[in-house]
């Protein structure tokens, strides 16, 4: 079957008029070069980290959609604020889309191989209907498995199994981890319980803790409970917790973390030092779901860490070795441990009319949306 002549694309782009546009645009199909692929997109999902990407810092709550199919156009007005947190980007059409699976269709010399199979992408830009890129940067599936089950293979599975490598490589054995009944969340407590590792959950409403609790996790902590601290402090006094992984950024939430990392360690005898705990307590911020200034109250003692953790920058730091290693226990087990569920399918077009962005901009715990480029 031959391949169409051009093929669409979505872009982002904050104009010096300080609104954001989202629309899709017309590319010219290219040809695979030596060591490159062309991959027809069939599933990508929407990732936090890529709503990030698309929306930035415009207020999406006043967006509104204009044009019908493929001409549809999404805008939304950007603050004083967001224009100066997005400076850099301002006059740039950016394409968006962490990672996605596909067929591959088009093969240059030295990448053959690949022709016809499926295969999952970290690439970028892959809310597009096709993606040219080097063959290196593809895992290829088994063949039981479709594009949507090697969808996001990426992003949440190995974020999930980098978190027990970071806590490994720095000496720690267990963890802490919020927004705990997230997909990623989901798939930390199968990997903690298969590994043999402690982890205390935390999440923001009981029906959540409910839904972890089924899945056989040992330690939740409801944060809108109002025994929140004490039980956290239980639970990292019980697991011996010094680790955490904050999905929130803002708020209070990583100091409270802290707090209780420091009271359960007081609880050993002789522990007490007027400069607190000598083990190390360290809290990573890797996500942004509060957006508030995060806020810390020092009573912890001197030994602590609060900080940026990003899983591209990890696996940079841990080596080939181990990226390889990470990659080949996602693909034997993508149908059970990193299996990716999803509530809604959308189109291309779909995903930039405003009615659709506002159900998954609102990143609801239970809801993930997978975009399929040949839908329609």
């Not at 010096?16 to 991959?39: D, F, H, N, S, Y």
């Not at 992408?121 to 063949?143: I, K, N, Q, T």
């Not at 090697?150 to 980098?162: D, H, I, R």
């Not at 999803?342 to 159900?359: F, K, M, N, P």
Request: hydrophobic fraction near 40%.
């Amino acid at each position: 079957m031959p391949l169409p002549e051009t093929y669409l694309q979505m872009m982002s782009t904050v104009s010096e008029g300080a609104e954001l546009r989202m629309e899709l645009v017309e590319q010219p199909m290219p040809t695979p070069k030596a060591g490159e692929v062309l991959v027809r997109v069939e599933a990508s999902p929407i990732n936090p980290s890529d709503q990030g990407v698309m929306f930035g810092w415009a207020s999406m709550a006043e967006c509104s959609s204009t044009g019908e199919g493929s001409a549809t156009v999404l805008t939304a007005p950007v603050s004083p604020q967001g224009m100066g947190v997005m400076k850099a980007r301002i006059g740039q059409q950016l394409p968006v889309g962490n990672e996605g699976a596909g067929t591959v269709v088009a093969a240059g010399e030295g990448a053959e191989a690949l022709m016809g199979k499926t295969v999952a992408v970290m690439g970028g830009a892959m809310y597009a209907e096709y993606r040219c890129l080097p063959a290196a940067m593809c895992m290829p599936l088994l063949p039981e498995h479709t594009a949507k089950d090697g969808a996001s293979c990426f992003v949440n599975p190995l974020t999930a199994l980098s978190m027990l490598e970071t806590m490994r490589m720095e000496g720690h054995t267990a963890l802490v981890h919020t927004a705990a009944a997230s997909n990623l969340g989901q798939m930390l407590n199968r990997i903690c319980q298969a590994d043999g590792v402690e982890l205390v959950n935390v999440v923001r409403r009981p029906e959540q803790a409910e839904l972890l609790r089924d899945m056989g996790a040992k330690y939740v902590c409801d944060s809108s409970s109002e025994t929140f601290q004490a039980d956290l402090t239980d639970a990292v006094h019980a697991t011996g917790a010094t680790l955490a992984f904050d999905a929130t950024g803002g708020g209070e939430l990583a100091s409270k973390i802290l707090s209780a990392m420091e009271a359960a360690a007081a609880r050993t005898p002789g522990a007490y030092s007027i400069y607190g705990s000598v083990a190390h307590k360290q809290v990573y911020l890797y996500g942004g779901l509060d957006v508030s200034p995060t806020v810390l109250s020092r009573g912890y003692g001197m030994a602590w860490g609060v900080g940026g953790w990003l899983l591209p920058n990890f696996l940079a730091k841990a080596g080939a070795e181990v990226g390889e290693r990470l990659r080949t226990r996602v693909v034997a087990e993508l149908k059970t441990t990193f299996a990716s569920h999803y509530t809604d399918e959308i189109s291309l077009v779909e995903a930039l009319q405003s009615d659709v962005v506002a159900r998954y901009y609102a990143k609801t715990t239970g809801e993930k949306f997978l975009v399929c480029p040949q839908k329609d």
